[in-house]
């Protein structure tokens, strides 16, 4: 193996990780707090792309300056996140707290089916690509391989986003009481938290990161109705081989499937696609908490 090789497994394999850091960090912030297995994430994640999207492309289409594309992505990220989590979380979610695991499934799994129908009404059924964010920030070259800046500035968001939320919950008054919530609810109310309102705050925080994952992600790829569907399930694979709930775990994650992954596309691609199921499996059969995860105590 070259070095030359060695390089670009490497930096394709960050750039990954950094797309799978953005797509599930919210989910882990949802289940650390509320503990619920948010399904829905994936459709809030693809509605803030498409808005995202759309909002560029009607900016580019009225000719003002590309440069005010990347606002649109920020600002539909925005909107979705902000609208869409108080809504699911006071309307469906606190209504099951505490309930059976599957009735929690099934009911987040309802809820990302309404948003793809959703998005396929307000959106349609063709495609959307605006790649001028893209392609805007030029390229360059690493170890003779060309890539675009903005492949590393999605890395930089993803290691902006990360930092903030950890000092969020480890550094800030508020983060104090999430871990209050966490660890005791009873307790937490006995105490005079309003747990409701702490609730609410990290579904939206988690919807927010959703959303904005989806958004800036979104000039890479096409937007597609039915993509949320996948993006769920990588989710899922990275947070439980970090942990569940943990942030740190997310991002560990993230960058073992990423290089994985881009290790198996240059070496063994026909192993693409079993390679991240396959880490997870060895990961939950050693630790099945995952690497960062804790075991929770039931109560009875």
């Not at 994640?45 to 003002?64: H, K, N, P, R």
């Not at 396929?120 to 605006?130: A, C, R, Y």
């Not at 930089?156 to 609810?185: E, M, P, Q």
Request: charged share 10%; with cysteine.
């Amino acid at each position: 193996m070259t070095l030359q090789l060695l390089t670009i497994i490497f930096v394709d394999g960050l750039n990954y990780a950094a797309t799978l850091f953005l797509i599930s960090i919210g989910l882990t912030i949802v289940y650390g707090v509320l503990r619920i297995l948010n399904i829905s994430h994936g459709g809030i994640y693809a509605f803030g792309a498409y808005l995202a999207t759309w909002l560029a492309l009607q900016l580019l289409e009225a000719g003002l300056p590309p440069y005010l594309s990347y606002l649109m992505l920020l600002a539909g990220g925005i909107i979705i996140g902000l609208l869409t989590g108080p809504i699911i979380e006071r309307l469906f979610l606190r209504r099951i707290y505490g309930r059976d695991m599957h009735i929690q499934l099934l009911l987040t799994y309802s809820i990302l089916l309404i948003l793809d129908d959703l998005m396929k009404l307000i959106f349609g059924m063709e495609p959307l690509i605006v790649s001028e964010p893209y392609t805007l920030l030029g390229q360059f070259s690493v170890a003779g391989i060309s890539y675009s800046r903005y492949q590393f500035f999605l890395i930089a968001i993803s290691v902006l986003f990360g930092g903030c939320l950890i000092w969020l919950v480890r550094g800030t008054r508020f983060g104090k009481l999430v871990v209050a919530v966490i660890n005791d609810r009873e307790v937490s109310l006995a105490m005079g938290i309003n747990v409701n309102l702490i609730f609410t705050f990290a579904f939206t925080l988690g919807a927010l990161a959703a959303a904005l994952g989806g958004a800036f992600i979104a000039p890479t790829i096409a937007v597609v109705p039915g993509f949320a569907l996948e993006v769920v399930v990588l989710s899922f694979a990275v947070i439980a081989i970090g942990g569940m709930g943990s942030l740190e775990g997310a991002a560990l994650g993230a960058l073992i499937v990423g290089l994985s992954r881009a290790a198996a596309i240059h070496l063994y691609p026909e192993i693409e696609l079993v390679i991240i199921y396959l880490i997870m499996v060895v990961v939950l059969a050693i630790r099945p908490e995952g690497i960062f995860g804790e075991e929770e105590l039931r109560r009875i």
